[in-house]
């Protein structure tokens, strides 16, 4: 069960760390340092049901656009 | 010197229906004498079942073609009587290395454990194992072998099917009870039928160069993703006999396939794999593409589709020609059960209901592979190469790497032919798994555990050396044979005897626990104690009544 509520003890500092690890990075390099974060994090998560319950809520919404 | 394959011509006999007006009957035909098409005629002769063989050509697979011949192969081609002779003359292997860049990035093994009598792999030209296979049917007097016979026309019946075939001397025509097409991706008799096979074609070319050259490397399988030698693209090396290797560039879809085969195209690519101090030289090279398909159903009436005719995969799992061997063992018991009026004709349903999720399963893997091998997005090729480049400093990511996940048997984990387990059970050898090898004794003697099952139902019974049934048991005039597996040695004459605990451990068994195995060596059924009753209400279910 993926938990949406709030749950990050900083949340504004979490916030700020995460604009600032792409710092300095173009697009792609962007690209590759956001795809690691979420291997890092899914692999610390471990439940597959959670993280399908993730991707399901972070895709709701969006429309291919093809 | 071993026997050269690569340039068998086999025997053309003009055969005397040519000079015959009525039409022959066959209880069956097989079409294709490739590996799928022999390992289905040897096991369907090995029964007692006469069968036809018949091939468009005269000669075996041209080039190295297929390399890696899986444990469970090996397994069934021993149960067939040749598996000794094939492993022999192959390079056995299990350990494969994943490199991105010049760094090892992943390490696997696939036979981790000792107490098996075949290795995880052995490679081996696809046409040494046909000419193998192809001696070994020789030996069969069930079989007839016919090649440049081409079948030109299929007509399928409610009793049988007619077949035209077409040779340097004319036409003529056979009724077969039942037709098994093992006639590759391209399968004529799936044409003549008007089925298809669907799937999905991968956007990618390949560069397959066998060379021959000495070097002093493991047999290993390496994979390289990104190496210098091949810059942004993926390459392979295996290990065959006679000191040849298998080497294999990923190209890209734009390469032209027809210049990247050229001889001064390929060995520039060889050259900078190797390194400038070998000598090589190219036997073999190719250019090929590939697809996942499959058939919707691998059995339609009397006509039965074995191997890359029912199913196609990528080479990169070694799931084409094995995930085909198994069709051919899981089709061969049942046929012959059928046709000697031990099973009703629906227990054929079974071969496509346990075969064609087998193919799935491969399908799924195959497609995985590719899709890390051959991203077909940006996005896609970003988080292939973030496991990539995770994986050098952390142990998640290289189980995410994927070069190829290698064939293992199919457990058959939803047939109806299984009986659901009554008791409690742990372990991998859940109903419709094929059987696990342990070392056994028998006779005093060391031996395995897998020479003892198969050819037809087994019930075996672990025992401590008390109260255990060694006698054959009939039923519905099915004969099961009852073997014991003891814990330590006994009286128990002809018994198995698990000396080193591993058969006990592979099962869970404990004193008492039965399991039923089927003529192609699969569990179908285990209990915590023999019970004659049981025993016989699952082999009535494993043969389809």
Not at chain 2, 321 to 345: M, Q, T
Not at chain 2, 495 to 508: K, M
């Amino acid at each position: 069960m993926l938990n949406i509520e709030p749950n990050l003890s900083a949340p504004d500092d979490f916030y700020e760390a995460l604009i600032d690890m792409h710092r300095g990075l173009d697009d792609k390099q962007s690209a590759m340092v956001n795809a690691r974060l979420i291997l890092l994090l899914a692999n610390h998560v471990g439940d597959l049901d959670v993280l399908r319950e993730a991707m399901a809520r972070a895709r709701a919404d969006v429309v291919p656009s093809g | 010197m071993s026997i050269d394959y690569s340039s068998l011509v086999l025997p053309y006999v003009r055969p005397s229906e040519l000079d015959r007006h009525d039409v022959a009957h066959r209880p069956v035909i097989v079409v294709g004498a490739g590996p799928v098409g022999l390992t289905v005629a040897i096991d369907l002769a090995r029964y007692g079942t006469p069968v036809l063989l018949v091939d468009e050509d005269d000669k075996l697979a041209q080039g190295s073609r297929a390399i890696c011949f899986a444990k469970r192969s090996l397994e069934i081609w021993d149960r067939l009587g040749c598996g000794e002779a094939i492993t022999a003359r192959g390079v056995s292997w299990q350990v494969g290395k994943v490199y991105f860049g010049d760094g090892l990035v992943y390490r696997f093994d696939l036979l981790p454990e000792p107490g098996h009598h075949r290795p995880a792999f052995v490679n081996l030209q696809q046409y040494a194992v046909e000419g193998m296979l192809y001696e070994h049917a020789l030996s069969e007097p069930a079989i007839e072998m016919r090649f440049r016979q081409r079948v030109v026309a299929v007509e399928p019946r409610d009793d049988g099917v007619t077949v035209t075939i077409e040779t340097p001397d004319g036409t003529y025509r056979l009724y077969c009870d039942y037709l098994v097409a093992c006639d590759g991706s391209r399968s004529p008799v799936r044409a003549f039928l008007g089925l298809e096979t669907r799937g999905q074609v991968f956007r990618d070319r390949f560069l397959i160069a066998d060379v021959r050259m000495t070097r002093d490397l493991p047999a290993e399988r390496r994979f390289w993703f990104d190496p210098p030698f091949h810059p942004h693209g993926s390459a392979l090396m295996h290990r065959q006999p006679d000191n040849v290797w298998r080497l294999d560039f990923q190209l890209g879809w734009d390469a032209d396939p027809v210049v990247e085969r050229q001889p001064e195209r390929v060995m520039p690519r060889v050259r900078a794999m190797v390194g400038d101090d070998v000598d090589f030289e190219l036997v073999w090279c190719s250019v090929y593409t590939f697809a996942c398909t499959r058939m919707a159903h691998f059995r339609h009436g009397r006509v039965l589709f074995a191997g890359d005719a029912a199913h196609g995969v990528s080479p990169f799992g070694a799931r084409g020609a094995n995930s085909g061997v198994e069709d051919a063992a899981n089709l061969a018991w049942k046929l012959h059960y059928v046709l000697r009026g031990d099973a009703p004709a629906s227990l054929l349903d079974s071969y496509g209901c346990e075969r064609e999720p087998a193919a799935d399963e491969n399908i799924r893997h195959s497609t995985r592979s590719a899709d890390f091998l051959t991203p077909k997005s940006e996005m896609s090729r970003t988080f292939r190469d973030a496991v990539l480049g995770l994986a050098r400093n952390h142990p998640f990511a290289r189980r995410l790497v994927n070069s190829g996940r290698l064939s293992t048997a199919s457990t058959l984990a939803d047939s109806p032919l299984n009986t659901p387990d009554r008791d409690a059970f742990a372990g991998a050898m859940t109903p419709g798994a094929a059987a696990a090898d342990a070392p056994v004794a028998h006779d005093a003697r060391d031996d395995w555990l897998l020479r003892h099952l198969g050819g037809r139902f087994v019930a075996l019974q672990f025992a401590n050396g008390a109260d255990a049934h060694g006698e054959p048991i009939a039923l519905q005039g099915l004969r099961v044979e009852a073997l014991v597996m003891n814990a330590a040695a006994n009286a128990t004459a002809n018994a198995l005897v698990d000396r080193e605990g591993v058969a006990f451990a592979r099962y869970d068994a404990k004193p008492g626990t039965t399991y039923l195995f089927r003529p192609d060596q699969h569990v179908c059924a285990r209990w915590r104690s023999f019970d004659r009753h049981a025993i016989g209400a699952a082999v009535a279910r494993a043969t389809g009544h």
